[in-house]
């Protein structure tokens, strides 16, 4: 009945507050503007212009579309708690929750919301059958490992062949040309695979989806640490490899983040690495490692390349070792995706 009660008056307050900062979001945002200098006075200058200018730019639009999603998560919770569907609903609510903890702009709301996690864990939920998510056995054959090693050998070559492309239009020929070669193969040498656990992921959705979202979520907030130390300790607000990103246009770069990345590199750098590499251990540290100094290989010093080369390492050692505990290539692609689709949202923000 406590339970009940707080959700109730919470999801009220969360609501209300969230209405108030829709109506209130340029007052909201001046605030955070006069704060910028203060809160992020360790960071440098041009981290400090980003944030200023993705204030000044997007900043009521951001605050409009988080507070909405609040209100619509709130009203789910204030109905199931009405509904007395607190215990038969616990996931839910620890989801929601979470979720709602991450989207909210007023520290109060955070607080609230921060309580209704451990509120939410505390939840004695209503026993039922669970629904495992099925284990997949660890397979790799001389075939696989050669399929594997012509697959990490094209992709790597562009190391190589990529400092003497031609500028204009017969580079961006060559590139496309290879982004289209690197999905083909990605699919095709391992279709019979892809195929299988595909469905096996559709039909056990909610098992992989309860396996994903808490190892996701632990493994981000790692992610945004690591990033914060990185940008600190190369004074930079941003790598190479996401400044050359963000100044490609966006027809061009969002196929590339949501459709290819999810495909290609979770073939390369989990599928492949694995097929050749047995031990969990050494793989999980291979993958990551090499996944991140792929996206840092940019940088202009060994320095740089090594720390921005960390938040990417922190993110392909979480994705190696959903990987090692799934078998199951569609989870990977998954989190990659929605990993991706997020960071192309915010990306349309700056």
């Given at each position: 009945?406590?339970?009940?009660?707080?959700?109730?008056?919470?999801?009220?307050?969360?609501?209300?507050?969230?209405?108030?900062?829709?109506?209130?979001?340029?007052?909201?945002?001046?605030?955070?503007?006069?704060?910028?200098?203060?809160?992020?006075k360790y960071f440098p200058n041009?981290?400090?212009?980003?944030?200023?200018?993705?204030?000044?730019?997007?900043?009521?639009?951001?605050?409009?579309?988080?507070?909405?999603?609040?209100?619509?998560?709130?009203?789910?919770?204030?109905?199931?708690?009405?509904?007395?569907?607190?215990?038969?609903?616990?996931?839910?609510?620890?989801?929601?929750?979470?979720?709602?903890?991450?989207?909210?702009?007023?520290?109060?709301?955070?607080?609230?919301?921060?309580?209704?996690?451990i509120v939410s864990v505390t939840?004695?939920?209503?026993?039922?059958?669970?629904?495992?998510?099925?284990?997949?056995?660890?397979?790799?054959?001389?075939?696989?490992?050669?399929?594997?090693?012509?697959?990490?050998?094209?992709?790597?070559?562009?190391?190589?062949?990529?400092?003497?492309?031609?500028?204009?239009?017969?580079?961006?020929?060559?590139?496309i040309s290879f982004y289209v070669?690197?999905?083909?193969?990605?699919?095709?040498?391992?279709?019979?695979?892809?195929?299988?656990?595909?469905?096996?992921?559709?039909?056990?959705?909610?098992?992989?989806?309860?396996?994903?979202?808490?190892?996701?979520?632990?493994?981000?907030?790692?992610?945004?640490?690591?990033?914060?130390?990185?940008?600190?300790?190369?004074?930079?607000?941003?790598?190479?490899?996401?400044?050359?990103?963000?100044?490609?246009?966006?027809?061009?770069?969002?196929?590339?983040?949501?459709?290819?990345?999810?495909?290609?590199?979770?073939?390369?750098?989990?599928?492949?690495?694995?097929?050749?590499?047995?031990?969990?251990?050494?793989?999980?540290?291979?993958?990551?490692?090499?996944?991140?100094?792929?996206?840092?290989?940019?940088?202009?010093?060994?320095?740089?390349?090594?720390?921005?080369?960390?938040?990417?390492?922190?993110?392909?050692?979480?994705?190696?070792?959903?990987?090692?505990?799934?078998?199951?290539?569609?989870?990977?692609?998954?989190?990659?995706?929605?990993?991706?689709?997020?960071?192309?949202?915010?990306?349309?923000?700056?």
């Amino acid at each position: 009945m406590k339970r009940k009660i707080y959700f109730i008056i919470s999801s009220i307050v969360a609501i209300v507050t969230s209405i108030l900062c829709i109506v209130f979001s340029h007052k909201l945002i001046d605030k955070s503007l006069e704060s910028v200098e203060s809160v992020y006075k360790y960071f440098p200058n041009d981290f400090q212009e980003r944030v200023t200018n993705l204030l000044q730019n997007s900043g009521p639009t951001f605050i409009t579309i988080t507070s909405i999603l609040t209100i619509i998560f709130s009203l789910i919770i204030l109905f199931n708690s009405i509904k007395n569907n607190i215990e038969s609903k616990k996931t839910t609510f620890i989801i929601l929750s979470i979720v709602q903890y991450l989207l909210s702009n007023v520290v109060f709301i955070q607080l609230l919301f921060f309580i209704s996690i451990i509120v939410s864990v505390t939840i004695k939920g209503i026993p039922k059958e669970k629904k495992e998510m099925p284990k997949l056995e660890y397979e790799s054959s001389k075939k696989d490992i050669i399929k594997s090693l012509f697959i990490l050998g094209v992709y790597f070559s562009q190391l190589i062949w990529d400092r003497f492309i031609p500028s204009g239009l017969v580079g961006i020929i060559i590139i496309i040309s290879f982004y289209v070669l690197m999905l083909v193969l990605s699919i095709t040498l391992f279709f019979k695979e892809i195929k299988s656990q595909f469905i096996i992921f559709k039909n056990n959705f909610s098992a992989y989806l309860k396996f994903i979202i808490p190892r996701y979520l632990i493994g981000m907030a790692i992610f945004i640490v690591v990033n914060l130390i990185s940008i600190l300790l190369t004074k930079k607000a941003t790598s190479i490899n996401q400044s050359v990103l963000e100044s490609m246009p966006k027809w061009y770069i969002l196929p590339l983040a949501i459709i290819w990345a999810p495909i290609v590199e979770e073939t390369v750098f989990r599928v492949c690495i694995r097929k050749i590499i047995n031990h969990k251990v050494v793989f999980i540290i291979t993958s990551a490692l090499i996944f991140g100094l792929m996206h840092a290989v940019n940088e202009t010093s060994i320095y740089n390349i090594v720390i921005s080369s960390l938040p990417y390492s922190v993110f392909g050692a979480i994705l190696a070792y959903v990987y090692t505990k799934s078998n199951n290539l569609m989870t990977n692609v998954s989190i990659h995706f929605f990993q991706n689709t997020l960071s192309s949202i915010l990306m349309l923000f700056i």
